[in-house]
C-alpha cells in the first residue's frame, strides 16, 4: 500500500532489547546444520536444489550444486537461529526482516566469481557481457534505481494510459479526467476513481486489454478519474487535510456538478480508498453524504496488522521523519518518490532487485517491456507534511478507526457514519495489505458491505480482466466476524473477480441515459486530451538537491 518507511535502509533495532536464544533450541539448530552439512559434503551427487535461481544448466555441475545447497543450507539455518530468538514481536519482525534481506543479498547468483552461468556468458561473449553491464550499471545510477524494464518500450498516453478522453479540472494537486463513453446508455450517476497519490494513476489504464478505466467505460459507466500532480519541493508543506479537502472532496463536487446529481459511485484504491474513506467521514460529519456507494481495492482503514511495512514504524523512525522533511521546528522537505520505489523493491528483493542486478549487470542483459513494472517505476513524490501525518495517525496510532481522535478538514472523523453500501475487495497474497486487515474494514463501515477476496498480490491480484480467464477468487454472502471465518465459510470461484464487481455497482448507478457528447460543463471546461499534463511528470533524483 504505502511503503517507503525508511529510505530503503535495514530497520534499526532498538538497543534496549536483549536477544536470546534458548540454548536447548541453539543446540537443536546447530545439530540439524551439521547434519545437513556432512551430507552435502559426503553425497555431493545426491543433492537436489529447488530454488529458480539455481535452475539453469549451468548450476547442475557438482561444483556448482555444492555452492547452491551450502548457501540455501546456511539461509535456512540463519532463519531458523532467526525464528528462535526470544524477544518481543516487533523486534523478532525487525530480526527476521534483516536477516532476510541479508541473506537474499550474499546468494552466490548475485557474484561473479559463484555464478556460473554469468561466468559462461562472460566467457561466450568474449566479454561483451560484462562491458554491457557496465553501461546498464552506469545508466541506472544516472537514474537512481534498477531497471526492471524496458522503459524506452512505452510512453505515457502513446501505447499505455490511452483510453480516450478529456481533463475537465485542474487544480495545484490534482487534474480530473473524463472518459469517453463507450455504450450508447450509460448510467446517470456518474463514477469516481480515486488512485493512490503514491503512484501514478495509469496502473487503472495500462493498455487497452487489461484497462480497469476502460472495462467501467463499456459496463455504461461514465468514468471520471483523479490524477495526482508528482509533488516537487514547491509543495513540501500540502498536508494529508489537503489531499483529502482540495483533492478527494473537490472532485467528488466537480463530478455532481458535471453529472448534475446529488449522488455519485466513488472508488479508491490503496492510499487513495484511506484518502476517500476520510474524505466521505468529513462529510459525513457535515451532514452530506454524496456517495451512493463505495468501493475500497486493497485498502487499509484498520492499521492495527499492517504486515511487513511494521517492521519501518516506530516512534523513532516517526519522529525523525518529523523533524526533517515533516515541518517540526519549521522544517519541511519531501519524500524522494525514488526512494518510495525502491524500498517497495526490497520488499521482495529477490523479484524485484537482485535478479534484475544479475541480468542487467553481471550478464550484460536488457529487461524485456513489461507495462506493470514500466508504471512501477515512474515514481511520484510525497510532500513532508503529508506524508508524515499519514506515517503518524495511521501506521503508528492507528487514529482513523477511533470516533472523534482526529480532526480531518476541521472535523472530527468517525468512519462509522460512512453509511452507503461499499464492496471490499483484497488479494490473498497482498504483502502490503494483509487480506485479513483489509477484511476489518466490513466492521468499520456500517453500511451494507460485499467483501471478496483475490487471488495474487496487491497489484496483479487487481489488474485481472475476464478475457483472460486466471487466477481465482473467494465470495461469501455472509460477513463473519472474523476473516478466518468467512474464507472458511467462502466459495472458490476461477477466472476473474471484475464481472462480480461490475454486477454488484450496476444497482447503484441509477437509470439509464443517452450517453453525452460533450465534455465538463459550462462552469468546468474541456480542456487537455487525456492523460493530462500531470501524469507525465517524473520524480528524479535531483529533488531534495
Not at 102 to 117: G, Q, V, Y
Not at 310 to 338: A, C, P, Q
Request: aromatic share 10%; charged share 20%.
Amino acid at each position: 500500500m504505502f511503503a517507503g518507511m525508511n529510505t530503503g535502509a535495514t530497520p534499526s533495532l532498538a538497543p534496549h532489547h536483549m536477544a536470546l536464544i534458548p540454548p536447548e533450541r541453539l543446540s537443536e539448530i546447530q545439530k540439524e546444520y551439521f547434519t545437513e552439512l556432512a551430507h552435502i559434503a559426503t553425497n555431493p551427487e545426491a543433492i537436489e536444489v529447488k530454488d529458480r535461481r539455481f535452475a539453469g544448466k549451468a548450476w547442475h555441475s557438482s561444483w556448482s550444486k555444492v555452492i547452491a545447497a551450502t548457501y540455501l543450507l546456511n539461509s535456512k539455518h540463519l532463519m531458523a537461529l532467526a525464528k528462535a530468538v526470544e524477544t518481543d514481536e516487533k523486534s523478532k519482525q525487525k530480526i527476521l526482516f534483516t536477516t532476510e534481506q541479508m541473506i537474499d543479498a550474499l546468494s552466490p547468483s548475485n557474484f561473479i566469481a559463484t555464478n556460473p552461468e554469468v561466468l559462461e556468458s562472460i566467457i561466450s561473449s568474449q566479454g561483451q557481457s560484462i562491458q554491457k553491464g557496465i553501461v546498464n550499471l552506469l545508466g541506472d545510477m544516472k537514474k537512481g534505481k534498477v531497471s526492471q524494464t524496458d522503459e524506452s518500450a512505452f510512453e505515457v498516453g502513446k501505447n499505455i494510459a490511452t483510453t480516450e478522453g478529456y481533463v475537465v479540472f485542474r487544480n495545484d494537486l490534482f487534474e480530473l479526467i473524463q472518459y469517453t463513453p463507450l455504450t450508447e446508455q450509460v448510467f446517470e450517476r456518474p463514477y469516481l476513481m480515486v488512485p493512490p497519490c503514491i503512484n501514478k494513476y495509469y496502473i487503472l489504464d495500462l493498455q487497452p486489454d487489461n484497462s480497469v478505466v476502460r472495462h467501467m467505460v463499456s459496463q455504461g459507466h461514465t468514468v471520471f478519474l483523479v490524477s495526482w500532480k508528482n509533488p516537487d519541493a514547491s509543495m513540501a508543506e500540502v498536508s494529508w487535510d489537503d489531499y483529502v479537502g482540495k483533492g478527494v472532496i473537490k472532485a467528488i463536487d466537480v463530478v455532481k456538478d458535471i453529472g448534475d446529481t446529488k449522488q455519485i459511485n466513488i472508488l479508491g484504491f490503496c492510499v487513495g480508498g484511506t484518502l476517500t474513506t476520510s474524505a466521505l467521514a468529513v462529510l459525513a460529519a457535515r451532514d452530506e453524504h454524496p456517495a451512493a456507494s463505495l468501493t475500497l481495492f486493497t485498502t487499509l482503514l484498520d492499521f492495527t496488522n499492517t504486515g511487513i511495512l511494521d517492521v519501518f514504524i516506530d516512534e523513532g523512525m516517526v519522529e525523525m521523519r518529523e523533524n526533517t522533511i515533516g515541518g517540526k521546528g519549521g522544517k519541511y522537505g519531501m519524500m524522494s518518490g525514488l526512494d518510495l520505489g525502491n524500498t517497495f523493491s526490497f520488499l521482495r528483493p529477490n523479484d524485484l532487485v537482485w535478479n534484475y542486478v544479475v541480468e542487467n549487470y553481471l550478464k550484460g542483459n536488457s529487461p524485456p517491456p513489461f507495462d506493470l513494472l514500466y508504471w512501477n517505476g515512474d515514481s511520484t513524490n510525497l510532500p513532508g507534511a503529508m506524508y508524515c501525518w499519514y506515517l503518524r495517525h495511521t501506521y503508528l496510532q492507528n487514529d482513523l478507526v477511533k470516533p472523534g481522535k482526529v480532526k480531518i478538514c476541521g472535523e472530527k472523523i468517525d468512519l462509522g457514519k460512512i453509511k452507503c453500501p461499499a464492496y471490499l475487495y483484497a488479494s490473498q497474497e497482498d504483502h502490503i495489505v494483509p487480506w485479513q486487515s483489509a477484511y476489518e474494514s466490513t466492521h468499520i463501515l456500517k453500511g451494507k458491505n460485499r467483501f471478496v477476496l483475490g487471488a495474487s498480490g496487491h497489484i496483479a491480484g487487481v489488474i485481472n480482466p475476464p478475457a483472460k480467464n486466471k487466477r481465482y477468487y473467494f465470495e461469501n454472502n455472509k460477513l463473519a466476524p472474523t476473516a478466518a471465518e468467512w474464507l472458511e465459510g467462502a466459495k472458490q470461484i476461477p477466472g476473474s473477480w471484475w464481472p462480480d464487481y461490475t454486477k454488484w455497482l450496476e444497482q447503484f448507478g441509477g437509470e439509464k441515459k443517452s450517453a453525452s457528447v460533450t465534455f465538463g460543463n459550462a462552469k468546468y471546461k474541456k480542456m487537455e486530451a487525456a492523460p493530462g499534463v500531470y501524469v507525465k511528470e517524473k520524480a528524479t533524483p535531483e529533488l531534495d538537491k
